[in-house]
């Protein structure tokens, strides 16, 4: 059992999970009949929502529309120390990246995270299994893995990454029910990227090292997500 807060304005209501029970169905239970509620910190013993229609993350499908933006993200200063795949920055590279994925013809899939309407960053998922270097570190080769940015850097430092993330694992929960994990691995010098991970609910694992298309090598931290104990 796991003791579960929600705060409501300047209510904060508390709870703990039943037998079976996950920490978001329980936040639920607490705050019925308004906005949902949204992942804070869960990364302590007490499990941290907040209700707020004020502040409100969504994730769609990417367009081909929206590649001036991922290039603009992506050459992001912010960005670029940390984001190394997918090839260089340039609308040509990423339309030949990109274009099979938004089009379906590649098992990775590509969402755009919005703030109020108002696009803000990328997040692309995949089968954890179709990525060898991560498929031995994983929990499970089915297990959903994730790769992400805030590319505005106003956003940044602000707590809408912990809202976007969390509105795509609700995402995965309704796109892929038969999934038991997620699985993510930041730059172990990434700690603002860890940080948001743990949390939504991922706790670190392996640390393991990465060859990258320059030839240099990054260590990356592996982290796990259970998705029935955290999002039900």
């Known amino acids: 059992m796991s003791e579960v807060r929600v705060a409501v304005g300047d209510d904060v209501r508390t709870t703990t999970t039943a037998p079976g029970e996950s920490w978001y169905a329980a936040a639920c239970r607490l705050a019925p009949g308004g906005p949902d509620p949204v992942a804070v910190d869960l990364s302590g013993e007490a499990k941290q929502f907040c209700v707020d229609g004020d502040t409100v993350a969504t994730v769609r499908a990417m367009t081909r529309g ?6 603009a993200w992506r050459s992001a200063a912010h960005v670029a120390r940390w984001w190394f795949g997918d090839g ?8 030949a990246t990109y274009g099979p994925r938004i089009d379906g013809r590649d098992p990775v899939r590509m969402g755009v995270w919005e703030v109020n309407g108002r696009s803000i960053g990328l997040v692309q998922d995949y089968r954890v299994g179709d990525k060898p270097d991560y498929a031995l570190l994983a929990p499970d080769p089915e297990a959903v893995g994730v790769d992400y940015l805030v590319g505005r850097v106003e956003w940044v430092g602000r707590g809408v990454g912990t809202r976007c993330l969390w509105a795509w694992l609700l995402d995965v929960r309704r796109r892929r029910p038969d999934a038991e994990h997620c699985f993510a691995a930041p730059d172990h010098r990434n700690r603002a990227s860890l940080r948001v991970l743990a949390k939504v609910g991922f706790v670190e694992g392996l640390w393991f090292d990465q060859t990258q298309s320059d030839g240099s090598v990054e260590t990356l931290v592996g982290c796990t997500l259970d998705l029935a104990t955290v999002v039900g």
Not at 66 to 71: A, F, I, T
Not at 88 to 95: F, Q
């Open 66 to 71: 929206d590649l001036p933006d991922v290039v």
């Open 88 to 95: 260089p920055p340039g609308l040509a590279a990423y339309e």
